[in-house]
């Protein structure tokens, strides 16, 4: 499967998609990589256990316990976090090299499925070049979604289970090929090793076990259901692609027991397998959130707080259709979609509902079309594969079957990348067989611009990836009203006027956005402009009260407005506000002995 003609194009593909990446080596830790790596007990050696991160969740709290935000549980990822802790402290560098070098190992890997993919597809004397899995490869190494899954580094789930992913895929391929039924399930035992490593690292890396199936069916047991719907005229020279392949047709007439042969049967206990191994890890997986429900804010995903149900399937089906277009289009990329940077759906007559509905034809025409299309058998099944890349990693994270923290995430992209980027390879390989010389050569140098175009791009974006300023300045350009985005990015930049301006615009864009009162009423306190400022901590309260969000806010807001009215000389609404905090947060020392100080001098 590794053989040299396989693995020079795929090496190719690894070295343009790290020299692409290289922009992005002397980046800092920016974005979610604070809270997941930074400021993570288990990512550093000299605070916890290595045991510590099988308990507890991405961003080191104990799983289902009350203060846990977030059912991520990725304890591989964190432990590679870990390890690089180990080799070289909290340099963000050494984070990067390792993050660089994955994606490269994730392109190889993915070109080199694309290769073999092509291969296997031949079917009856068709068969597909490898040259259109080398072109798979080349758009996976340029594409520009895949800079947030390499440049952020917390984002490394994405590219550990990717690798797992393709892993598992690999040896499942092998073990379809298996002669000896004891082989077959040590391989597939194998298969399902590197696919729950997978897991570990990030969720999505179950779907695996969906793409073996797929393809088990499709190709190792060349099950066509275009045949089997008697849409194909018989033919005596049409060959199976294998030898392990179940026989459409009994080749006596006999009981119909004559039909289940050997194969049969192998290909019916890996199914089985497959099933049994899927549903027992998603209990498991499932028994580790503990029944603890965890609410997404309506900043950060305002689909799952519409109560209107039309109207909330509307928008979460426009978000998927959002992910869509990054694909096919990935220019407009940002950090973070959220906090009114797209407005929900409150009409079926709303125009963007045309563009989910596209989305949906598209799939299902390529859908039928890889099932029983008029196409050779051959590119249906790479179709079939290639769809089955894309939508299975894509499901878990689509939002449409469970709440999820964001709107859109280009991260989410890297895996079901990989079925975009086989079958627009292929479909640019069936146009260009069907195009006269002169319009070859135009579709080739079009292609040619648009790798060179998302090269630039990637090039360019992994770059905005290497400070806090560059990253939310530039998300800003995309999606300026984010008010996460002016929040975030004047708590990055010095120059008062500018942070002031942008944590206003923060708090016009999404009023009840308490951390925006805190860092403008310290930003105006800093200016000299308490009353202003206790006024501001105070309106956030407010806010806060009316629609309140998991945190810390209402206890800083509290703690900020006591410390600004005692600066100002009003101790007994100082000492209120300070009482307030620690009825929040009872364990907050400064609020206690500010507390106690007031009382005694309220006292005298």
Request: glycine content about 6%; overall charge positive.
């Amino acid at each position: 499967m590794f053989e040299r003609e396989h693995l020079l194009p795929a090496l190719l593909a690894a070295v343009l998609a790290a020299g692409l990446s290289l922009s992005s080596l002397h980046g800092n830790f920016v974005f979610d990589d604070m809270p997941a790596i930074k400021n993570n007990p288990d990512v550093d050696p000299a605070q916890t256990s290595v045991f510590h991160l099988f308990g507890d969740n991405f961003w080191g709290q104990p799983m289902g316990s009350p203060q846990a935000q977030h059912h991520s549980y990725r304890p591989f990822t964190t432990l590679t976090f870990r390890w690089n802790v180990i080799v070289s402290g909290f340099d963000p560098t050494s984070f990067h090299v390792v993050n660089v070098v994955l994606h490269a190992l994730a392109t190889l890997l993915f070109t080199v499925t694309c290769r073999v993919l092509c291969a296997r597809c031949a079917v009856g004397g068709t068969t597909i070049p490898a040259a259109v899995g080398t072109l798979a490869g080349l758009l996976f190494a340029v594409h520009p979604v895949h800079t947030e899954a390499v440049s952020n580094i917390v984002c490394r789930a994405e590219l550990l289970s990717c690798i797992f992913f393709l892993l598992s895929f690999f040896v499942y391929m092998q073990c379809c090929d298996a002669k000896a039924p004891l082989r077959m399930l040590v391989l597939a035992a194998g298969s399902y090793a590197l696919t729950f490593a997978g897991l570990l690292c990030k969720e999505q890396g179950i779907t695996s076990v969906v793409v073996c199936a797929v393809y088990d069916a499709l190709i190792a047991t060349d099950i066509d259901p275009r045949s089997i719907l008697g849409l194909d005229k018989p033919s005596s020279t049409s060959k199976s692609s294998t030898a392990d392949s179940i026989p459409r047709k009994p080749r006596r007439a006999g009981p119909a027991s004559s039909a289940f042969t050997p194969a049969t049967f192998k290909f019916l206990l890996r199914q089985a397998t497959l099933g049994l191994f899927l549903a027992v890890v998603v209990m498991w997986r499932v028994s580790m959130n503990k029944d603890e429900v965890v609410t997404v804010d309506e900043k950060t995903n305002p689909a799952n707080h519409i109560k209107n149900p039309l109207n909330r399937i509307l928008t979460k089906n426009h978000y998927v259709a959002l992910h869509a277009g990054l694909l096919v289009w990935p220019m407009p990329l940002a950090c973070d979609w959220s906090s009114g940077a797209i407005e929900s759906i409150t009409s079926i007559a709303d125009p963007r509902n045309i563009g989910t509905a596209v989305m949906y034809v598209v799939l299902v025409v390529l859908g039928l079309t890889s099932l029983i299309g008029s196409l050779h058998k051959a590119s249906r099944r790479l179709l079939a594969m290639s769809l089955a890349l894309l939508v299975a990693p894509f499901i878990p994270a689509s939002g449409l079957f469970v709440e999820v923290g964001y709107v859109v995430a280009e991260r989410l992209l890297y895996s079901p990348s990989m079925g975009f980027c086989l079958a627009a390879a292929l479909l640019l390989y069936l146009l260009y067989e069907k195009l006269n010389v002169p319009l070859r050569v135009l579709l080739s140098i079009a292609l040619a611009v648009l790798l060179a175009l998302f090269a630039v791009k990637s090039w360019t974006r992994n770059a905005e990836w290497v400070s806090e300023a560059s990253l939310y300045e530039s998300g800003l350009m995309v999606l300026p009203n984010n008010a996460k985005l002016h929040h975030n990015f004047a708590a990055s930049i010095s120059d008062q006027a500018r942070k002031e301006f942008h944590f206003r615009e923060a708090i016009r864009i999404y009023p009840p956005y308490a951390s925006a009162y805190v860092n403008l009423g310290v930003t105006l306190a800093q200016t000299g402009r308490e009353e202003e400022a206790v006024k501001t901590w105070q309106q956030g309260l407010r806010q806060w009260e009316q629609r309140p969000i998991l945190g810390d806010d209402p206890a800083i807001l509290n703690l900020n407005s006591g410390i600004g009215l005692k600066n100002l000389g009003r101790y007994p609404e100082a000492l209120h506000h300070f009482e307030q905090c620690l009825r929040y947060q009872p364990h907050r020392t400064t609020c206690r002995e500010w507390r106690d100080i007031l009382r005694d001098h309220l006292k005298k």
